[in-house]
């Protein structure tokens, strides 16, 4: 039965021509790919020449065949791998590959605007899908300019089968002075037909320069504060003396890196770093570049990334006050949120637990009760309520509104929200005129706007889980 296999090709080139050489990586600083070659876009892929693979849009393509997708499933009775996500993980697409029977070129593309007289990465990430024995994938990555000047080139070798794992595959190369065009080329060196299948991704070139090394003055290169700190930074970095004529710029990322801004000003190899107060995660690095090419930002070389988190404080919220009625426990309404937060009561006094976020407190006076909260970066938050402690329930039994500020409405002082209680009044003809529920009781004497008149009126309060008998009693409106 013939077997199929995916190849994840991860491309790797040579700085000088040779065969099977170890692969190379810059050993200083990089700066940011001039090239990302990620396979986002599904569908034919514009660097296959036409006398190559063929495209075929399914999960396993067939000999001759490739795809771009971002998974495999269970293909040729489970002879690959079943891959699940891109190199990165992040579910893109990579470069699926189903290797013809004969060997050849499969991708190509020039790459141009690098900056001249510069080394550079290249790299690849490359992975065999076979997951029995057979034909193993051999790449031959080459660089060169368009009328075949070899700049450098690599040879994987046999790329071993069964193991999914991406693998990364790179060399060094220096651009010519006349920033000619650049065109990369990845042959397939095995057959296909059982076996030499693989997937590629993340196809990138990196300036590469002598290494610059950014720190925090008197701290690691990752410092966490919190939401209104005000402290002041100093970065500073050490700049190789490759450099001849070396132009600084510090540069901020506020997204994990994805993008990075200039700071205005911020030229030189040190930086004062003000307060930011709102919080957010900030990235800073230096970048360099010789004066004479300053303007080209592909031939920047960053420094480490320096990392200031600015934590946000917990949000507290102690509740509203309450009302303990004795033999009648308050259970304390509190919320809190933050970053892996813990709080605690002050003082414990007459509370079941203080380490909960809502216990049940039962104060034989007034008490007022501090929530504080911390987060696991010690950010802290904290907030009051204050539980009033009666013998039971008072019930004014008449109130005069009329205007004068004085006792001009009528409502119950020590109705507690945990009691759930209902409120209602009648008037003489037995008609509600009014109802409110839990502690929203203030009754101004009208209804629907109209005054009613002097006189006697019926309240009844009952509480909805039977947690106090029901009070009935007269309530006497004086005008």
């Given at each position: 039965m013939r077997r199929v296999f995916i190849i994840n090709l991860m491309l790797a080139l040579v700085l000088l021509p040779g065969k099977k050489a170890a692969a190379q990586v810059c050993n200083?600083?990089?700066?940011?790919?001039?090239?990302?070659?990620?396979?986002?876009?599904?569908?034919?892929?514009?660097?296959?020449?036409?006398?190559?693979?063929?495209?075929?849009?399914?999960?396993?393509?067939?000999?001759?065949?490739?795809?771009?997708?971002?998974?495999?499933?269970?293909?040729?009775?489970?002879?690959?791998?079943?891959?699940?996500?891109?190199?990165?993980?992040?579910?893109?697409?990579?470069?699926?590959?189903?290797?013809?029977?004969?060997?050849?070129?499969?991708?190509?593309?020039?790459?141009?605007?690098?900056?001249?007289?510069?080394?550079?990465?290249?790299?690849?990430?490359?992975?065999?899908v076979l997951n029995t024995f057979g034909i193993n994938p051999d790449l031959l990555f080459t660089i060169e300019k368009p009328d075949g000047t070899m700049l450098g080139s690599y040879e994987t070798g046999l790329i071993p089968n069964g193991s999914q794992v991406w693998e990364k595959y790179g060399l060094l190369f220096s651009t010519p002075s006349d920033n000619a065009t650049i065109v990369l080329r990845i042959r397939n060196n095995s057959p296909g037909g059982n076996g030499n299948d693989l997937a590629l991704d993340d196809i990138g070139f990196r300036p590469c320069g002598s290494k610059i090394t950014a720190t925090i003055q008197s701290n690691k290169d990752t410092v966490d504060v919190c939401e209104g700190n005000t402290n002041q930074y100093v970065f500073s970095a050490t700049v190789s003396s490759d450099y001849q004529s070396p132009y600084y710029q510090w540069q901020e990322s506020n997204d994990s890196g994805q993008t990075w801004q200039d700071i205005n000003g911020a030229t030189t190899n040190a930086y004062l770093r003000l307060p930011t107060l709102q919080p957010g995660k900030y990235g800073y690095r230096l970048t360099v570049v010789e004066a004479s090419h300053k303007e080209i930002t592909s031939c920047r070389i960053a420094s480490n990334v320096l990392h200031v988190n600015v934590h946000p404080n917990p949000l507290v919220d102690a509740g509203p006050d309450r009302i303990f009625i004795t033999g009648y426990p308050v259970t304390i309404l509190a919320s809190a949120s933050g970053e892996h937060i813990s709080y605690y009561w002050q003082p414990a006094s007459y509370l079941d637990n203080p380490d909960l976020l809502t216990p049940v407190a039962t104060p034989p006076a007034d008490m007022l009760y501090k929530l504080v909260v911390k987060s696991a970066f010690n950010c802290a938050g904290s907030d009051e309520m204050k539980i009033t402690s009666v013998k039971g329930l008072y019930i004014p039994n008449a109130f005069t509104p009329n205007g004068d500020g004085i006792n001009d409405t009528w409502h119950i002082p020590y109705l507690d929200i945990g009691l759930n209680a209902e409120v209602k009044i009648y008037n003489r003809w037995g008609q509600l005129i009014y109802r409110a529920t839990a502690s929203a009781v203030s009754w101004n004497g009208a209804v629907n706007g109209i005054p009613q008149p002097a006189g006697a009126y019926v309240y009844l309060v009952t509480f909805r889980d039977n947690k106090l008998k029901p009070i009935k009693g007269l309530l006497t409106l004086i005008r």
């Open positions: 200083g600083s990089l700066g940011d790919p001039v090239v990302n070659i990620t396979f986002n876009n599904a569908g034919p892929s514009p660097y296959v020449p036409d006398t190559s693979y063929t495209y075929q849009a399914a999960d396993c393509p067939n000999d001759g065949y490739y795809t771009v997708t971002n998974h495999t499933n269970s293909c040729f009775d489970n002879h690959w791998f079943t891959v699940t996500s891109d190199h990165t993980g992040n579910g893109g697409n990579f470069m699926l590959v189903n290797a013809s029977y004969a060997p050849g070129v499969f991708f190509v593309t020039t790459v141009t605007d690098l900056c001249p007289n510069t080394t550079y990465e290249f790299s690849a990430w490359v992975m065999s």
